[in-house]
């Protein structure tokens, strides 16, 4: 049996790369997802339930949960002294910290801090989702153009999902692995070693009730996702949860595709890009899998504003490829309308 902290201790030895900061940082985490998966548990029984009445930064109202949760990450990883800024889906800012840890701290972490929040009241599978950026360079306060301007690394991509059990699912280039979180003993164990998308699976998630409002070349992968066709699996299965990170990690074990396209409405879709696309696009891609917007690699996108949303196209690389392909072939248009120069 090997516990999560454990673990990154023996991932820092191998590469020597022993400092212990990141073990610390991804300790605090760890930490922070505890409190996060206690107070989701009792949701119901601690009156923490139901709207905040304030609006974060998306126009959306925030649950209370969301608001706890955004917190209690904030405030480990303020005394873990790892983490110089966090951007948060819950902060319209960078929240920097001040001192010696903002100027010193080697670690930028990018998150949300409870995704699919709507599904709080329904007992729906929910999930924090972060990636974690190093500082090229530190001695100094965090910067928005450092953000956004070349001045961070991608090292982590990782997400806590709070279900029918808690994991924590994380990669920092190495291979994606997966800790189930025992309430017992409130450790988390190494579970899932290792873990690979088929390169080809059965499930399709998007949600269709946008079908009227999608590119062409979407609408034309959902009619081949309904074809008939042994060879290929099809037609395909749909499950959508409509909680990003169930739907990832759903597929992560079972293959399939997670579609959250754009539309001439909202060309860059819903999701975010720093702390909800880039985490899964690095675990898809560890795991052998692939993510892109429908034209390009998620990975391969600029970053130019911290809150700044993409289309989505993730999961087995045979499904996304066929997707990619469906998309250049009827939805150039839309390219050149609205993604060319993003
Ligand atoms: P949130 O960050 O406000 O929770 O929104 C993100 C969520 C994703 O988890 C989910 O996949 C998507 O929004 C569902 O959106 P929709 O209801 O439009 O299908
Ligand atoms: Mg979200």
């Not at 923490?48 to 955004?70: C, F, H, R």
């Not at 405030?75 to 110089?84: T, V």
């Not at 998630?205 to 009619?223: D, M, Q, R, T």
């Not at 008939?228 to 990832?248: C, K, V």
Request: aromatic residues 10%.
């Amino acid at each position: 049996m090997k516990t999560l902290v454990e673990f990154i201790w023996e991932q820092q030895e191998k590469y020597g790369n022993a400092t212990g900061e990141f073990s610390r940082l991804m300790n605090d985490m760890g930490i922070a997802g505890k409190i996060v998966n206690r107070d989701v548990n009792r949701a119901g029984l601690a009156e923490i339930l139901g709207y905040e009445g304030t609006v974060n930064v998306q126009g959306e109202s925030q649950k209370k949960l969301d608001v706890i949760a955004n917190n209690e990450f904030i405030k480990a990883l303020r005394n873990g002294r790892q983490c110089a800024a966090i951007i948060s889906e819950e902060n319209e800012d960078v929240v920097i910290f001040d001192g010696n840890i903002g100027m010193n701290a080697k670690y930028i972490v990018a998150l949300d801090p409870l995704d699919g929040s709507s599904n709080i009241e329904v007992n729906v599978p929910i999930g924090t989702i972060f990636a974690i950026y190093k500082r090229k360079e530190t001695g100094k306060l965090v910067t928005l153009d450092e953000i956004l301007n070349g001045g961070i690394d991608l090292v982590c991509g990782g997400y806590i999902i709070y279900g029918s059990s808690t994991m924590m699912v994380y990669t920092t280039g190495d291979g994606v692995n997966g800790f189930t979180y025992d309430p017992t003993c409130g450790i988390f164990i190494l579970s899932h070693e290792n873990m690979k998308i088929s390169d080809l699976g059965n499930i399709y998630s998007i949600n269709e009730a946008n079908y009227l409002y999608f590119p062409e070349g979407v609408k034309h992968y959902i009619k081949y996702c309904q074809e008939d066709d042994p060879g290929t699996n099809r037609p395909y299965t749909t499950r959508y949860i409509g909680s990003l990170i169930s739907d990832f990690h759903r597929n992560l074990l079972r293959g399939g595709i997670y579609i959250y396209p754009g539309t001439k409405k909202n060309p860059q879709g819903k999701l975010r890009l720093m702390y909800e696309c880039i985490p899964v696009a690095f675990l898809a891609e560890q795991a052998g899998g692939k993510a892109s917007d429908g034209f390009k690699r998620i990975l391969d996108i600029p970053i130019k504003e911290i809150h700044q949303r993409t289309p989505l196209f993730i999961g087995s690389r045979i499904m996304v490829e066929k997707a990619e392909a469906l998309m250049a072939e009827y939805s150039q248009d839309f390219y050149e309308t609205f993604m060319k120069d993003k």
